[in-house]
């Protein structure tokens, strides 16, 4: 398996504009986590799924922020407007059950 | 509420000495353990967990943790460190009843010396 497969993995983009990140979890795993990492706040949990259902998204900063899973196949993040303040790295991860996370490459955002 | 804790930074260690990355943790009910390891630029590699069972656990390139339940801690070691070890090391929390939310510590930076 090629393991977590996010894309694009460098988004640079201007503050209003949507950016959409988007991930491809490992065939079989039925958890998809989303991630955010800065200096400043370190690892933050947004929003996971279980077998495509989102379970908790109490992580997820605010309305600008949005995630789907319509299959079990891919999962999207979407910011919509972006703010500079949303510039981090975005991790994707999956597992399956009750399993260790198996982590994306990132995507790496910057708002200006 | 669960919480973790590495209380260094960082932590510099010569080429072939022993290496401990520490980590202290709080939660309800029984507790499930990670080590999660992160090279500069690429994501989190899974590297040992403790669920149950033997408190050493061992794992992928010849690290080992201990899991102590009076002292809340799970502590990475390794008995000859390598200067391909340098890289941030993660320690994450979980329990028994709510095992998908995982709490992530705030990393420790290893430097290895040669």
């Known amino acids: 398996d090629a393991g977590v497969i996010q894309s694009p993995r460098h988004e640079v983009t201007e503050m209003g504009q949507e950016v959409t990140l988007r991930c491809k979890p490992i065939?079989?795993?039925?958890?998809l986590f989303w991630y955010r990492q800065t200096m400043m706040r370190g690892l933050e949990l947004l929003i996971y799924?279980?077998?495509?259902?989102?379970?908790?998204d109490s992580g997820m900063p605010e309305d600008r922020f949005s995630a789907k899973m319509p299959n079990a196949s891919f999962s999207t993040l979407k910011i919509q407007p972006s703010e500079p303040r949303d510039s981090a790295v975005y991790f994707c991860?999956?597992?399956?059950?009750?399993?260790?996370?198996?982590f994306g490459p990132g995507t790496r955002l910057t708002v200006l | 509420a669960q919480s973790v804790a590495q209380p260094e930074d960082q932590v510099n260690v010569a080429e072939g000495n022993p290496l401990t990355v520490k980590c202290t943790y709080s939660?309800?009910?029984?507790?499930?353990l990670f080590w999660y390891v992160q090279y500069p630029n690429r994501g989190l590699q899974f590297l040992l967990k403790?669920?149950?069972?033997?408190?050493l656990v061992k794992g992928s390139y010849g690290f080992e943790a201990e899991f102590n339940k009076s002292q809340t801690s799970f502590h990475l070691k390794k008995p000859s460190a390598l200067v391909s070890d340098s890289a941030l090391y993660f320690c994450?929390?979980?329990?028994?009843?709510?095992?998908?939310?995982?709490?992530f510590g705030t990393g420790t930076k290893l430097q290895v010396i040669p």
């Open positions: 939660v309800s009910g029984n507790p499930y």
């Open positions: 065939s079989g795993h039925d958890y």
């Open positions: 403790y669920i149950t069972g033997d408190n």
């Open positions: 994450a929390v979980t329990w028994e009843g709510g095992y998908q939310k995982v709490t």
């Open positions: 799924f279980n077998n495509n259902v989102p379970i908790d």
């Open positions: 991860a999956s597992s399956l059950s009750h399993n260790e996370q198996f």
